[in-house]
T-cell receptor
Framework: RKEVEQDPGPFNVPEGATVAFNCTYS??????FFWYRQDCRKEPKLLMS???SGNEDGRFTAQLNRASQYISLLIRDSKLSDSATYLC????????????FGSGTRLLVRP | EADIYQTPRYLVIGTGKKITLECSQT?????MYWYQQDPGMELHLIHY???????EKGDLSSESTVSRIRTEHFPLTLESARPSHTSQYLC??????????FGSGTQLSVL
């Protein structure tokens, strides 16, 4: 089983739609969680950290469910420019501090 | 905006050549990382460093080597490039337990 798992998609939605991605992680002791966005042939960019209480940044809302070991990203009022791959990222809990990237969920927003 | 730079942006080179991919950051981050990514595929960690004179191999075996003589500089070297090394190489850094900031990447093509 992978340490971080995501539905690869693609999610194909019309402009204005609300879309949600889930990501599950295997290690219950993981502490840090992030969502990244990656455009085609570009580097990943930090979209938002995920806090235990949940957090919101404009049209984006991130939630953490420790009991079920998943994090989610909700995008409201989708824009064409939201089309990208969204990567779920979780830290390791051994003596190192490494971030484990999921394979990503691809989002296509159509006019 | 993160201040992490990679050069060259693109490199096309013949088999057997020695190459060095440069990565520098001006944020004073202690942790630096090298990832390898093929088009449409997930990121694979190949090297990381927690500070000067600290280097570790990542989860994906790589024939490349790295060095960390200065905090801001984390070059990656391939002694003898082969076509199987063709890929995108992404450098990243982080401070504390925050997220990673990525450079723009080097697209390497070995003929």
């Amino acid at each position: 089983r992978k340490e971080v798992e995501q539905d690869p998609g693609p999610f194909n939605v019309p402009e204005g739609a609300t879309v949600a991605f889930n990501c599950t992680y295997s290690n219950s002791a993981s502490q840090s969680f992030f969502w990244y966005r990656q455009d085609c042939r570009k580097e990943p960019k930090l979209l938002m950290s995920v806090y235990s209480s949940g957090n919101e940044d404009g049209r984006f809302t991130a939630q953490l469910n420790r009991a079920s070991q998943y994090i989610s990203l909700l995008i409201r009022d989708s824009k064409l420019s939201d089309s990208a791959t969204y990567l779920c990222v979780v830290n390791t809990v051994d003596s190192s501090y490494k971030l484990i990237f999921g394979s990503g969920t691809r989002l296509l927003v159509r006019p | 905006e993160a201040d992490i730079y990679q050069t060259p942006r693109y490199l096309v080179i013949g088999t057997g050549k020695k190459i060095t991919l440069e990565c520098s950051q001006t944020m004073g981050h202690d942790k630096m990382y090298w990832y390898q990514q093929d088009p449409g595929m997930e990121l694979h960690l190949i090297h990381y460093s927690y500070g000067v004179n600290s280097t570790e191999k990542g989860d994906l075996s790589s024939e490349s080597t790295v060095s960390r003589i200065r905090t801001e500089h984390f070059p990656l070297t391939l002694e003898s490039a082969r076509p199987s090394h063709t890929s995108q190489y992404l450098c990243a850094s982080s401070g504390g337990q925050g997220g990673l900031f990525f450079g723009s990447g080097t697209q390497l093509s070995v003929l």
